[in-house]
Every structure is written in C-alpha cells, then in structure tokens.
C-alpha cells in the first residue's frame, strides 16, 4: 500500500471498506442460510415488538422504496413480520414481528453464534465504536464541491 497522494489513500481506503462489507453481508448470508442479510437486519429491527416505521426499517436495511415494500410484502407472506396503522398518526404504517418472526430471528441469532460470526463485534465494541467514530467524522466532514 505505497499511496503517493491522499487521493490513492482514500480510493484505497473506500474500496477496502466495501469490500470487507461485502464480505462480512456475504459471510452473515451464508451463515443464516438466506440470500441476503435483508430480513435478519429487519427481524432485529423490529424484534422489540413496539412497531417501528418504514423509515426506521430503511435505515436498518439500506433498502429504500420500491426494494424494501417487496421485502416487507415477502415477509408478510413468510408470516414473519405485519403491518399496523399506527393509531396516533394514521398516515404512517408500523411494522410488528410475529411470533414466526421473532422464533426466526432467534434461531438466526443462534446460526451467528454458531458459526462464530459474533466474534467480530465481541471485542467489548471496540470496532463497532471505532467504525461509529469514523463515520461521525465523515458526516461532520464538509466536502469541498468542485
């Protein structure tokens, strides 16, 4: 990694970055037996029961739109998740885990331990904080625009 300018450094460090998060979605994928991390990041998302907003569920997914509407219609008819009017705002609809989905997430979050996948994010939090930081830095970042 000889980088003669900060520019070869930060395409390096952006493709490192990509790559070791395709790699842990591919290793998490192969270990839950699913053919994306999409419905595990759901189910943990909405495993506390309260009803959480599409938003939310975007945000924990990285699916947006269209994307993330076939995810949630698909693991409605997995009778994994539900959806609910939310009753203080009727505008917005609130996604539930069902008793399938919650005994689907546990034995997800079992096919993790098992396969020792846990192990990356049990060091105390030291690269879960390290990578918050990081990312906290390039939010308060102010890029200039050419």
Same mark, same amino acid.
């Given at each position: 990694?000889?980088?003669? $300018?900060?520019?070869?450094?930060? #395409?390096?460090?952006?493709?490192? +970055? !990509?790559?070791?998060?395709?790699?842990?979605?591919?290793?998490?994928?192969?270990?839950?037996? #699913?053919?994306? $991390? /999409?419905?595990?990041?759901?189910?943990?998302? +909405? /495993?506390?029961? +309260?009803?959480?907003?599409?938003?939310?569920?975007?945000? /924990? $997914?990285?699916?947006?739109?269209?994307?993330?509407?076939?995810?949630?219609?698909?693991?409605?008819?997995?009778?994994?998740?539900?959806?609910?009017?939310?009753?203080?705002?009727?505008? !917005?609809?609130?996604?539930?885990?069902?008793?399938?989905?919650? &005994?689907?997430?546990?034995?997800?979050? !079992?096919?993790? #331990? +098992?396969?020792?996948?846990?192990?990356?994010?049990?060091?105390?939090? !030291?690269?879960?904080?390290?990578?918050?930081?990081?990312?906290?830095?390039?939010?308060?970042?102010?890029? &200039?625009?050419?």
């Amino acid at each position: 990694m000889d980088n003669s $300018t900060g520019a070869d450094a930060l #395409e390096e460090l952006t493709r490192l +970055v !990509r790559q070791a998060s395709q790699e842990l979605e591919r290793s998490i994928s192969t270990c839950l037996g #699913e053919s994306s $991390t /999409a419905r595990w990041h759901v189910l943990v998302a +909405v /495993a506390d029961s +309260v009803g959480h907003p599409m938003s939310e569920i975007a945000d /924990a $997914t990285q699916l947006t739109g269209a994307s993330l509407t076939r995810l949630i219609d698909a693991m409605i008819a997995d009778n994994l998740v539900h959806r609910k009017v939310d009753d203080t705002d009727r505008r !917005r609809v609130l996604v539930f885990p069902t008793k399938r989905g919650l &005994a689907a997430l546990q034995k997800m979050t !079992r096919a993790i #331990e +098992v396969g020792g996948l846990d192990r990356f994010a049990d060091d105390n939090g !030291r690269l879960a904080r390290s990578l918050s930081a990081f990312l906290e830095q390039l939010h308060a970042a102010e890029p &200039a625009r050419i």
